[in-house]
């Protein structure tokens, strides 16, 4: 027999034995239960989006690289380490041609580190002119003074300073920079400094003037200093230069590269002395007529005389 207090109010709450706040504490548990499984199914929506949404760039940037070019990181297919060596044959749209060693044609993109990509020529110090940006590294006392004449110098042109990556800069901007790292900026000891400037000139006495940013230099050159060009640029190359390649390409199909680094190098010397054969100057000049009526008049005179001549050993036979 049910008991009166058993019986539900309207809000569904019952009577009795304290069954009024056990409904009303389950109802709450199973509100807030509801909640958060919906929290917890809006955050799983909104990582799956996010996921998408990234996998999506990453596909993009995937196919930003040309059809067919290993990226070098994209994907595992895409690691497959080449080196090799060939000759130029040509450039388009920012691709190079080269003829490998056995005779196959590979196209090769161009290294996204401009350093990487160089142009290495001997030249003589006829080839150098004012302004001419150098770089060269020797051994540098408090006083400034190179402590032993300068071996080597370097000749680049300018490059973009976005394209230069890490310490790269420093091979480029100029300045004064000391070898060491941690050395100070100006020495205090004898110590190691790589010197990027303009050329000012080299007088008599074989030294040479460089402007390293604010600041002048001035250090002797060594009597058999080599001059060497370092382009990152094909201004001086020719088809059939020598190439070194070091890059990355999609199996199956090496004949097609993304390098990591470029090297050209030629035996021409560049300011070599030749011997230059004479040419003759534009003939229709007002200059050039006069000579002519002159030469004329002097091979006319000629003419009479000698006919004059044997007119005279004629008659005196």
Not at 45 to 66: E, H, R, Y
Not at 100 to 124: C, H, L, N, Y
Not at 175 to 195: C, E, F, Q, S, T
Not at 224 to 237: C, G, I, M, V
Request: with cysteine; aromatic share 6%.
């Amino acid at each position: 027999m049910l008991d009166p207090s058993d019986y539900p109010y309207n809000d569904g709450s019952y009577h009795g034995a304290g069954r009024s706040i056990r409904i009303k504490t389950c109802r709450t548990n199973l509100v807030m239960t509801m909640t958060c499984n919906r929290l917890i199914l809006c955050r799983s929506i909104a990582c799956l989006l996010c996921s998408l949404i990234t996998a999506g760039g990453l596909a993009q940037k995937v196919n930003a690289d040309p059809p067919g070019f290993g990226a070098g990181t994209t994907t595992a297919a895409a690691n497959e380490v080449t080196q090799f060596k060939g000759t130029l044959k040509g450039l388009q749209s920012g691709v190079l041609s080269i003829t490998r060693e056995d005779g196959t044609e590979v196209m090769v993109q161009q290294p996204d580190d401009i350093a990487s990509f160089t142009f290495v020529a001997t030249a003589k110090p006829a080839f150098l002119q004012r302004g001419n940006l150098v770089r060269f590294s020797g051994v540098f006392g408090p006083t400034g003074m190179a402590a032993a004449p300068i071996e080597k110098v370097e000749v680049f042109q300018p490059v973009q300073a976005n394209r230069l990556q890490g310490h790269a800069r420093e091979k480029f901007i100029p300045g004064i920079y000391p070898a060491d790292r941690h050395a100070p900026k100006k020495p205090v000891a004898m110590a190691k400094y790589n010197v990027v400037g303009n050329l000012m000139g080299v007088n008599a006495g074989g030294i040479m003037m460089v402007q390293a940013g604010k600041q002048p230099v001035q250090v002797p050159l060594a009597k058999d200093a080599t001059f060497e060009l370092r382009y990152n640029n094909l201004n001086l190359a020719k088809e059939g230069d020598a190439v070194s390649v070091s890059g990355f390409y999609q199996p199956p199909d090496d004949t097609k590269v993304k390098a990591d680094r470029v090297t050209i190098t030629t035996d021409r010397v560049y300011g070599e002395a030749t011997e230059q054969t004479p040419t003759r100057r534009p003939r229709g000049t007002r200059r050039d007529k006069a000579e002519d009526k002159e030469e004329s008049a002097e091979q006319k005179a000629g003419d009479e005389a000698a006919e004059k001549n044997d007119e005279a050993g004629d008659e005196a036979q």
